[in-house]
Nanobody, 128 residues
Framework: QVQLVESGGGLVQAGGSLRLSCVYSLSDFSDMHMGWFRQAPGKEREFVAALSWSGGDTLYADSVNGRFTVSRDNAKNMVYLQMNSLKPEDTSVYYC?????????????????????WGKGTLVTVSS
């Protein structure tokens, strides 16, 4: 059974930092590519960042590039999203997701973005 569980969300002031974590349980998961997505109230889910199974390739949305960093520890079955210099517009539910395919610069569009497995999300609220 596949499980992705996010944690680390919360309330933070603008300019602050948070680190989201995602623990996954899936056989042969170490060769799965991971992504972070978010959905703000009343808006469609959007791509945030992606990380290849080896950790050697990363991709970021323009809106978070330079502020967010995605990483993984396959030995611990964990994926992380370090979020710095947070802005009120970063307020969203953040989702961890997994895909067997790395799409590179041609990442599919929503709502599923080509991802086969999804967590239930963790809420991040950034106050001004």
């Amino acid at each position: 059974q596949v499980q992705l569980v996010e944690s680390g969300g919360g309330l933070v002031q603008a300019g602050g930092s948070l680190r989201l974590s995602c623990v996954y349980s899936l056989s042969d998961f170490s060769d799965m590519h991971m992504g972070w997505f978010r959905q703000a109230p009343g808006k469609e889910r959007e791509f945030v960042a992606a990380l290849s199974w080896s950790g050697g390739d990363t991709l970021y949305a323009d809106s978070v590039n330079g502020r967010f960093t995605v990483s993984r520890d396959n030995a611990k079955n964990m994926v992380y999203l370090q979020m710095n210099s947070l802005k009120p517009e970063d307020t969203s539910v953040y989702y961890c997701a997994a895909s067997a395919k790395w799409y590179g610069s041609s990442w599919p569009s929503g709502p599923n973005y080509g991802m086969g497995y999804w967590g239930k999300g963790t809420l991040v609220t950034v106050s001004s």
